[in-house]
């Protein structure tokens, strides 16, 4: 599973808040250079309650960098 978060680092307190998080998982049903992936972006301050799903199919794992399949991620849950 690859985690994506989203944090605010405040430069005048010095304090971290957790501000967004998606979660990126691979559902075991591509090989070794294309994946499959279900996508969950989670409320604010919590690692459990989805805000929004999605769903990512046929992503060249080996060829293309890993902003290209958060990117997917993002449009795959419509943002």
Do not use: C
Not at 27 to 45: E, F, I, K, Q, S
Not at 63 to 69: E, K, Q, T
Request: avoid cysteine; aromatic fraction near 4%; charged fraction near 25%.
């Amino acid at each position: 599973m690859i985690v994506v978060k989203v944090e605010l680092h405040s430069a005048i307190t010095g304090e971290v808040t957790e501000i967004g998080r998606m979660n990126i998982i691979n559902d075991g049903t591509g090989d070794a250079d294309v994946g499959n992936y279900n996508v969950l972006l989670m409320r604010r301050g919590t690692t459990r309650r989805v805000q929004r799903g999605g769903r990512v199919e046929g992503h060249s794992r080996k060829s293309l960098p890993i902003w290209a399949l958060v990117s997917k991620a993002l449009k795959a849950v419509k943002f």
